[in-house]
């Protein structure tokens, strides 16, 4: 084997790798990779229908990628939807997910506490559920996260920063501060002006319209 067929196995490989990702930016992109690895060989070896597909393939995956990475902090892309604690969707969700749940958040239990605590946040993208942000009072006026996850295909994005940037969800039932799950795996609060605190992340809020009548 040489090393022109080297190249053109290699690109051959990052296309089928790229298919077996759960992450949507992580295939786009590891697909855009072999698709360019692969124009260079094709064109080596004079192959131009195998040039053109890849082009087109490429083209795709650059405005795919472009519209993703664009959008990814967009709030008009991701909503936040308050749902029942008791949902029953929200209860299929959880556990659908309670594998890798249990992976990015070890020790998490739900509910906590009584009903009138607890808060339930989905995050979706059109009717996709990407997100899940559960949290409950804690003292002084503390909303303590119990889980922030992030499905598998939206792992390269941060959902859950749309609940958190929009502190009126918290300041309205009178919390002055959000504070994360200890031990979380791969976190990225401090991105959002979380600062550390032990294992975990805190975030001092604005003062809301219940703070201001206390």
Known sequence: M????????T????????LLQTRILRLRALN???????IGYNAAVQVWPMVGLN????????WYLRTMLATRHDEATYQVVEVGV????????????????????????????????????LVVRADEVVGVVLSHAAADGVA?????????RFRDFTPGEFVYRRSSLFTDR????????????????HRLGFRPE?????????????????
């Not at 040489?2 to 196995?9: R, S, T």
């Open 2 to 9: 040489n090393w022109l067929e080297l190249i053109g196995w």
């Open 11 to 18: 690109g051959s490989a990052l296309l089928v790798w790229s």
């Open 32 to 38: 855009l990779v072999g698709c360019l690895i692969l």
């Open 55 to 62: 082009v087109v393939l490429a083209v795709i995956n650059v």
């Open 86 to 121: 008791d949902d029953q969707f929200l209860a299929h969700t959880l556990r659908v997910h309670a594998a890798d749940i249990a992976r990015f958040n070890p020790g998490f239990r739900w509910p906590p506490g009584t009903v009138a605590e607890r808060t339930a946040f």
């Open 144 to 152: 303590q996260v119990d889980l922030d996850y992030v499905t598998r």
């Open 174 to 189: 009178g919390f002055r501060r959000v504070v994360t799950p200890p031990g979380m795996v791969a976190p990225y609060y």
């Open 198 to 214: 032990g294992r975990s992340y805190a975030l001092d809020l604005p003062a809301g319209p219940a703070a201001a009548r206390t």
